[in-house]
């Protein structure tokens, strides 16, 4: 059982570039999520979903976009990739009630230059 | 907005010894979850324990428990017979009832051989 996996996990990007994150899991999670973590800071929601064809912002949804096709997966696409962005990049994903956790990918370690 | 707030930034303690994170939380909700997630230098997030508002008795999960004081929003983690596989970011996260995910800043805990 995989889990919630992403790909990839370490990416070097410049300004201005484009690229996707992926995230899929296997665990039949309606919810989905994308969170960033800047340097000695906790994580922050960028967007979530709450199942396929369904997706909302979270916290920091500034310069990112997301979409959900398949309950499996969770693109997070960046644009036009700016220094800000710079972060280390989780999904993770959930049952979609309160008191159950949230499983997180390994993460993607992002620089843009 | 629910702030979590995290005032020890970082801590020490020798193996075996046992150690309290402390963590402080803002809500006008009265129905709530909070968890303590660990993230050791792999970067992955692993759920350590949850408590839910609405049980008074203080959530134990083998050497690790916590004190749930509601009423001064009070969430520690108490790590008894510490490891050297505890080495790791503490974040305390807060679920008002809505899958968000509010996380603090963290705790980088160093157990001492």
């Known amino acids: 059982n995989a889990g919630v996996t992403q790909t990839p996990k370490f990416r070097i990007l410049k300004i201005g570039q484009s690229m996707t994150l992926q995230c899929t899991q296997d665990?039949?999670?309606?919810?989905m999520y994308w969170y960033r973590q800047d340097p000695g800071m906790g994580l922050k929601l960028i967007y979530y979903s709450v199942g396929a064809g369904i997706t909302d912002k979270g916290e920091v949804p500034n310069g990112y976009n997301v979409s959900r096709s398949t309950t499996e997966d969770f693109p997070l696409r960046l644009e036009l990739a700016a220094p800000s962005q710079t972060s280390v990049y989780f999904c993770a994903s959930s049952y979609g009630l309160s008191n159950q956790p949230q499983h997180f990918g390994d993460g993607t370690r992002l620089s843009i230059l | 907005a629910q702030t979590v707030t995290q005032s020890q930034p970082e801590m020490s303690v020798q193996e075996a010894e046992t150690v309290t994170l402390s963590c402080t939380y803002d809500t006008s909700e009265n129905n709530y979850y909070l968890f303590w997630y660990k993230q050791p230098p792999s970067r992955q997030m692993i759920l350590v324990i949850r408590?839910?508002?609405?049980?008074?008795q203080n959530a134990t999960e083998n050497r690790f428990s916590v004190n749930f004081q509601k009423a001064a929003k009070s969430f520690s983690l108490k790590i008894s017979d510490s490891q050297l596989g505890d080495t790791a970011m503490y974040f305390c996260a807060f679920n008002p009832g809505n899958e968000k995910l509010t996380f603090g800043t963290g705790t980088r805990l160093t157990i001492i051989p």
């Open positions: 408590q839910e508002a609405y049980k008074q």
């Open positions: 665990m039949n999670h309606n919810y």
